[in-house]
């Protein structure tokens, strides 16, 4: 099983908070392949550089990957853009290409909070 996670549960996960997130959430958190999308990593670095966060992109991908295995998705891009295509309900690039990410693999779970996400992509839990 494979499960993508959003940006935002990224930053969570990387200061230990996920509150609210369901028992079966947690389990999938446990048991899946879990990935980002390249375009989280960039979405982290902007978040760093106005200060959003503490810590880098590529920091918060070190402790994730050491502490819960998290590594980053590598399907093809061209793949992900066409998906990204059909995804007009967001002008979000960001979120557009979480979306296509999972959706071009295999429409795998996303797990995410934004209820606008979950509103599109039936696969989103959280």
Request: aromatic residues 8%; neutral net charge.
């Amino acid at each position: 099983m494979i499960a993508y996670l959003d940006t935002n549960v990224v930053v969570r996960l990387s200061q230990g908070n996920l509150p609210g997130i369901r028992s079966q959430t947690r389990k999938i958190l446990e048991q899946a392949v879990l990935l980002i999308s390249p375009v989280v990593l960039i979405e982290l670095e902007f978040l760093y550089e106005i200060t959003r966060i503490k810590l880098s992109g590529r920091d918060i991908l070190k402790k994730l990957d050491h502490e819960i295995r998290l590594r980053v998705c590598d399907l093809p891009f061209p793949s992900v853009a066409n998906t990204a295509l059909d995804e007009k309900w967001t002008r979000d690039p960001f979120d557009r290409i979480i979306v296509a990410q999972a959706k071009a693999n295999g429409f795998a779970f996303l797990i995410s909070a934004d209820e606008e996400i979950a509103q599109h992509y039936p696969r989103t839990i959280w």
